[in-house]
């Protein structure tokens, strides 16, 4: 118990740490990096050959996503958003019909957009899962580590897909400000590593 107990400790830490490099960042430099990262992801194989894409809806401090959707309904492809259980840990991925239906979805107690509680929408894993998962985060590394916010959602998903899509599994992909990115994430053993981290200086 003591080494989760440590964990546990060192990750709070991180988060406040992160949380407040993240307040320090401008409005200009958060769309400077966005604008960056969204050109490495239409030029990334991985995002060119999947058909089937989640992506997170951007919150205040985190990567802008609002390029790569619309760039998703441009290619065709299909594109699906979390939307988070008010209960547990439990997240679902909805099909968006259109990147101008985003304005229109309601907002949850933590501000983030999201299709309504009881709205009926196809869910990614019953109709053929995904191929590319936008993973957010708080903190990365570049051993594909991830510090989230502490919920727990997208372990949760990714446990799911192991089950349900045992075949062909999701690539993960983070989306990162260079200020998200540290030298070693503290995790346990039900943290989830990505496959890959974009950041502006990513290989």
């Known amino acids: 118990m003591a080494a989760a107990a440590a964990v546990s400790s060192a990750k709070r830490s991180l988060r406040a740490e992160l949380k407040q490099r993240l ?3 401008s409005a200009e430099e958060r769309l400077r990096q966005s604008r960056l990262l ?3 992801v239409l ?3 991985q995002y060119q050959k999947s058909k089937r894409i989640s992506v997170f809806l951007s919150m205040q401090d985190e990567v802008e996503t609002e390029e790569i959707i619309r760039d998703i309904f441009q290619q065709g492809k299909a594109c699906f958003i979390p939307r988070y259980g008010s209960q547990g840990s439990h997240m ?3 099909r968006l019909a259109s990147p101008d239906e985003v304005a229109l979805l309601p907002r949850t107690p933590w501000n983030i957009r999201q299709p309504g509680e009881n709205e009926v929408r196809e869910e990614a894993l019953s109709t053929g899962g995904l191929d590319l998962i ?3 985060g708080l903190g990365f590394d570049k051993q594909g ?5 502490g919920k727990g959602y997208y372990d949760a998903y990714l446990t799911r897909c192991l089950q349900q899509q045992r075949d062909s599994q999701p690539y993960t992909m983070a989306l990162a400000f260079r200020e ?3 030298l070693q994430v503290p995790v346990d053993e039900h943290d989830v590593r990505v496959d890959e981290v974009l950041y502006e200086d990513s290989p």
């Open 23 to 25: 307040r320090a960042m």
């Open 38 to 40: 969204a050109q490495k």
């Open 43 to 45: 030029a990334h194989s």
């Open 92 to 94: 679902d991925m909805l």
């Open 134 to 136: 936008f993973m957010p």
């Open 145 to 149: 580590n991830r510090l989230g916010r």
């Open 180 to 182: 998200q990115m540290c």
